[in-house]
């Protein structure tokens, strides 16, 4: 018990001392916590264990989670293109590249080749996500893109295990494999989507009605680390099962007392896992094969930069495809426990395997650091636009007048009428090319993020006759209306919805909000229009 409080007397000591130092450099605080790790392990021999480590991955369990109230199962829906597409195509072809990349310079057998090519192709969730999360990019487009990825390199880590499996047993069937895994995934999925429905929102407000901060916040570590452990009791990351209990709580009212009462936690444990890090660097590997450990880091981060960029470059812009790639460049946390896992199954040599760690950890060490010169590093590929003070949204003195929310091409069109009827209009955008075409062609169009509270009071929202939102990303849209409830004023507001399915997303917002069926409006035309080329044709006849 004493060596154990000495141990974490030591630690608490060194990273706290390390951290302030580093925060006057604004070092970030996670390079402060693996250099901690690195100190102890090597000059008070302090190593790593399995239950440290396990106990160090609930941080990025309870990092998931917190994402996973931010994004509902409806929102993964709509992420699919995010998750599925990118994220498919970059573990693919990342993990094909380097493989063969592994197999003709280390010189490693096929299959081992393959399965460090893939587990190099996973990104490091834990650092990138938290920086993300910190800084609030989380929501931006280069930050969801970066989510999506990640989301798919969690999934991914169920095949590379059931690879290493394959390859390493002489006498497992695939078939049985995979049908295990499977009927596994079914199960979990099911499990957790009834307690999801039928059983968290009885259980908290039971529990808000004790009027207990502490069982409110014992029910919480209860479900994370719950779920977590029955993610891990079917064969899947801790990670994963505590994302998919996070969007099960994003459904209920408490989510955001949820979030703000997990967050010590969270940080505290991510501390842990982020010196357990430090703790697998071995000095003697790193500074005997320094250049290859070095080389490898190199490689690494350029081949996934590219692939990400060449992925994200076909629909995005050069600036935003950059900024993603960066985000994601690095090697993850999982990788670590796969090239243990491949030693202790005889396809990696202790050797290789302390080689692809180091490299590992230096390139997590180097991500913060990126991360941090983010737009610097993408503005030696394309400069971001510099707003125009006068395309600002500033405060208004409009009354009775229409607040349109986007100015894509829907946007464009309603304008159009808008001045043809002339009627006072106000429009937002967040896209500086579109807000400035519409100043091009002398229309009221002005740059700001609408869900900004300021934003909406310099639009005189409260004296509008009417919002129309034309945007055409559904979850944007959700957060938008969501935004304007919040705001709480009656004003009406129209949004444009495709199909019926989506009536459920905006069904609980209010009276006043109108929905649109685009398929619905669209068809009554088409039928009109037939009709009356029916009745020209009869008149003809």
């Not at 990273?15 to 000059?43: C, D, R, W």
């Not at 989380?138 to 590379?160: C, E, T």
């Not at 969270?266 to 890090?277: A, H, K, N, Q, S």
């Not at 009406?492 to 919805?497: E, S």
Request: charged residues 15%; hydrophobic residues 50%.
């Amino acid at each position: 018990m004493e060596q154990i409080l000495e141990g974490f007397l030591l630690v608490a000591a060194i990273s706290v001392a390390l951290n302030v130092i580093f925060k006057k450099f604004q070092i970030p605080t996670i390079i402060g916590y693996i250099v901690t790790g690195t100190l102890i392990s090597e000059f008070f021999n302090l190593k790593s264990n399995d239950e440290i480590s396990h106990i160090a991955e609930f941080g990025i369990a309870f990092l998931m989670f917190t994402i996973g109230l931010e994004f509902s199962f409806k929102h993964l829906m709509g992420m699919k293109k995010e998750v599925f597409l990118n994220g498919g195509l970059q573990v693919c072809l990342s993990g094909f590249i380097m493989g063969v990349m592994l197999y003709y310079v280390l010189r490693l057998k096929d299959e081992t080749a393959l399965i460090a090519g893939l587990a190099l192709a996973l990104s490091s969730t834990a650092i990138v996500l938290k920086t993300l999360n910190d800084s609030g990019d989380v929501s931006k487009i280069y930050g969801r893109k970066a989510l999506g990825i990640l989301l798919f390199q969690d999934i991914a880590v169920i095949p590379i295990l059931l690879m290493i499996d394959m390859f390493s047993s002489q006498d497992a069937s695939i078939n049985e494999l995979l049908l295990k895994t499977f009927t596994s995934a079914i199960i979990l999925i099911v499990v957790l989507f009834l307690l999801g429905k039928y059983v968290i929102n009885w259980i908290f407000y039971k529990v808000i009605q004790t009027n207990s901060q502490e069982v409110f916040i014992a029910t919480i570590l209860f479900m994370v680390v719950g779920s977590s452990t029955l993610a891990h009791f079917f064969g899947f990351s801790y990670s994963l099962g505590a994302f998919l209990a996070g969007m099960m709580m994003a459904e209920t009212q408490y989510k955001h007392q949820i979030e703000v009462d997990l967050i010590p936690f969270r940080d505290l444990l991510l501390g842990l896992f982020f010196i357990t890090v430090g703790m697998q660097i071995n000095f003697a590997v790193v500074i005997s094969n320094i250049w290859l450990v070095l080389g490898l880091v190199f490689s690494v981060m350029v081949i996934k930069a590219v692939v990400v960029f060449a992925i994200l470059n076909i629909y995005l812009k050069r600036r935003v495809a950059a900024k993603t790639a960066l985000s994601v460049c690095q090697i993850g946390e999982f990788a670590l426990a796969v090239f243990g896992l491949m030693t202790t199954r005889n396809l990696l040599d202790i050797q290789t395997a302390q080689i692809f760690i180091a490299a590992s950890v230096v390139s997590m060490f180097a991500t913060p650091f990126i991360l941090k010169k983010l737009d610097a590093i993408a503005d030696l590929i394309e400069r971001e636009i510099v707003v125009e003070p006068n395309e600002t949204l500033k405060p208004q003195k409009i009354k009775n007048h229409i607040v349109v929310f986007g100015y894509e091409r829907l946007g464009q069109e309603v304008v159009l009428r808008l001045k043809e009827t002339k009627l006072l209009y106000l429009v937002l955008d967040n896209d500086i090319s579109l807000v400035e075409l519409g100043r091009s062609r002398g229309e009221n169009v002005f740059l700001g993020n609408v869900l900004q509270s300021h934003t909406l009071e310099n639009a005189c929202l409260s004296d509008a006759a009417a919002v129309i939102i034309t945007v055409n990303n559904e979850q944007r849209v959700e957060l938008i209306a969501q935004k304007i409830k919040d705001y709480g004023v009656n004003t009406q507001t129209i949004i444009k919805i495709n199909g019926e399915g989506n009536k459920d997303i905006f069904g609980e917002l209010g009276k006043n909000f109108h929905l649109i069926n685009e398929e619905r409006v669209m068809a009554k035309t088409l039928v009109h229009e037939a009709l009356q080329c029916k009745i020209d044709h009869d008149i003809r006849a």
